[in-house]
């Protein structure tokens, strides 16, 4: 297995809903990460999991908790999101935090309405 | 932090003729250089990549040049296609963190 699955693909939210989005990969790669990407610009790193162990908050607001249960998986915890947040959502892994190619996942296309 | 520059922004070509990406980083201690290709609804996908010790990898059409002296690295691609269209992205991590800054993409337009 050599593919970053993520669900759901598409989701629309209201700005009181409570969400989550999952990612899971069978790689035993020990290094995820979640990014933020808005259209037509490059993909902007949001958490870096390393080992199952948060390593990296490049500052995201609270409304977004990550939680990673175990080695394969990886969650994005979403409340009180704005319409700003709207965007795709990807997730990645790689073999571990240092030096080496990320695989990515299709990412979920978020909507906050 | 890294500073990845990549141009062009938008590259139109014929199908068959070749292609070329550059990017350029600040960061001297940078020793692991990734090309992503990312089509329409998916996410990005490695294609190639290069380490600060090799000049030059090829794979098939595809090849990455890096020149650690001026600090840039290029992607060329060869006899291209139509399913080549996409947006491509380098990424430099910095030395101390191992984390890539990505470049701000090229669309690859390719002409039947």
């Known amino acids: 297995d050599t593919e970053v699955t993520q669900t759901p693909k598409h989701l629309v939210m209201g700005m009181t809903n409570k969400k989550s989005l999952k990612c899971e990969q069978h790689m035993g790669h020990r290094a995820m990460y979640w990014y933020k990407q808005k259209a037509k610009k490059p993909p902007e790193l949001m958490f870096v999991y390393s080992y199952e162990k948060l390593s990296i908050n490049e500052s995201v607001p609270s409304r977004f908790s990550p939680e990673c249960p175990n080695s394969s998986l990886l969650n994005l915890h979403l409340h009180a999101l704005q319409p700003e947040d709207s965007a795709l959502y990807l997730c990645?892994?790689?073999?571990?935090?240092?030096?080496?190619?990320?695989?990515f996942g299709s990412g979920t296309r978020l909507t906050v309405v | 932090g890294e500073n990845v520059e990549q141009h062009p922004s938008t590259l139109s070509v014929q199908e068959g003729d070749s292609a070329v990406i550059k990017c350029t980083y600040s960061d001297s201690a940078s020793n692991y250089f990734p090309w992503y290709k990312q089509e329409l609804g998916k996410g990005p996908q490695l294609i190639i990549d290069i380490r600060s010790n090799v000049g030059e990898k090829k794979d098939q059409r595809i090849a990455v040049t890096l020149n650690k002296t001026a600090k840039h690295f290029s992607l060329h691609i060869t006899e291209t296609q139509p399913e080549d269209s996409a947006v491509y992205f380098c990424a430099a991590p910095s030395g101390g963190s191992y984390i890539p800054t990505f470049g701000r993409g090229t669309s690859l337009i390719v002409h039947p």
């Open positions: 990645a892994s790689s073999q571990d935090e240092g030096g080496s190619g990320y695989t």
